[in-house]
């Protein structure tokens, strides 16, 4: 028997003896094994790296209209200065600068979407901080959008609402899988749908509920967000190997988005902060960005 094979046997019953102690259900294969979708963090270091460096044009990739996202940014910075006076200033504001989920890049650029678009709804999948952005603009600004927060695990969505917040918005406490259609038919063109995912596609996850179920029903003219999405449509290597997420949202999204003509990208973070950065450098949004070296990892579609 190779060594590979005894220590996958080995490395399934041992996991296997730790689930059954727990409770829970045998693995069919232990983590590390090409059936297994955690990751040898060795080997898809290995492959990330290798992968990243061949496919620098970017042929392999989801197409991207440079066109596109530079006239987005032109309508967003032209609220920067605005946003600068009120996003995370304040003792009653509820975001904060200091979020490591949702970074100042992060905020700035959604709060600018809010601004120019003036959603009258807003369907946050995933809430938290962003939430906390979203609904500091539209007080600061007098937008009149109503909320929709689908959060199964609402601790921190809470504490960071106020009385108020609460009589404006309508909190679902469970899975976005258990949420019915309905609620996404109410999205029109210029709504945002906002999604913060578990980034996990498998049998019955979010994510898989999300770009095969929710997605296709979309009116044309919605906004979608996706979040932790980087320019190389890689995840970064600390997440891969130290840190083993085994993360695979990044690459169902890349092939959902491959020659696909029914969704376009309108914003790309990560890629303009790459590409051209010259250019936010001189809005009020850049010295931000310098500061915390990044521009955030979200990615903007519409619904054609």
């Known amino acids: 028997m190779k ?12 996991a296997n003896a730790i689930l059954r102690v727990s409770g829970s259900s045998t693995l069919y294969s232990a983590p590390g094994h090409f059936y297994s979708p955690i990751v040898n963090p060795r080997e898809a270091i290995v492959y990330a790296t ?20 530079g006239r987005t940014f032109q309508q967003l910075s032209a609220h920067f200065q605005k946003i600068s006076d009120f996003l995370g ?7 904060s600068n200091s979020s490591s989920y949702f970074n100042f890049g992060d905020a ?27 609904l500091d603009t539209t007080e600061r600004l007098g937008i009149d959008t109503k909320f929709v927060f689908i959060e199964p695990n609402p601790d921190r969505l809470y504490k960071l609402l106020s009385p108020i917040d609460r009589t404006r918005s309508r ?17 029109d063109a210029g709504d945002i749908l906002f999604l913060d995912t578990t980034h996990i596609c498998k049998t019955g996850s979010d994510v898989n509920h999300e770009l095969f179920h929710i997605l296709p029903r979309l009116k044309a003219g919605v906004l979608i967000h996706f979040h932790d999405i980087f320019d190389s449509w890689e995840y970064p290597l600390e997440w891969i190997g130290e840190q ?6 990044i690459y169902a999204l890349r092939a959902f988005l491959m020659f696909n003509t029914e969704f376009e990208i309108v914003y790309f973070n990560d890629f303009m902060w790459r ?26 579609l519409r619904r054609r």
């Open 244 to 249: 083993n997420r085994s993360w695979n949202e």
């Open 89 to 95: 200033v304040g003792e009653t504001a509820r975001y």
């Open 108 to 134: 700035y650029i959604y709060s600018a979407f809010i601004c120019e678009l003036k959603p009258k709804l807003i369907i946050e999948v995933g809430c938290g901080f962003s939430s906390a952005c979203a």
């Open 3 to 14: 060594l590979a094979e005894i220590r996958e046997k080995v490395g399934r019953r041992l």
């Open 50 to 69: 290798r992968i990243t460096a061949v496919d620098q044009k970017g042929s392999d990739r989801p197409k991207i209209d440079q066109a596109i996202l």
């Open 275 to 300: 590409h051209h950065r010259q250019e936010i450098e001189q809005t009020p949004l850049g010295s931000v960005l310098c500061s915390i070296n990044g521009a955030g990892s979200g990615l903007y």
């Open 171 to 187: 909190i679902l406490e469970m899975p976005v899988q258990d949420v019915g259609f309905d609620v996404f038919a109410e999205l």
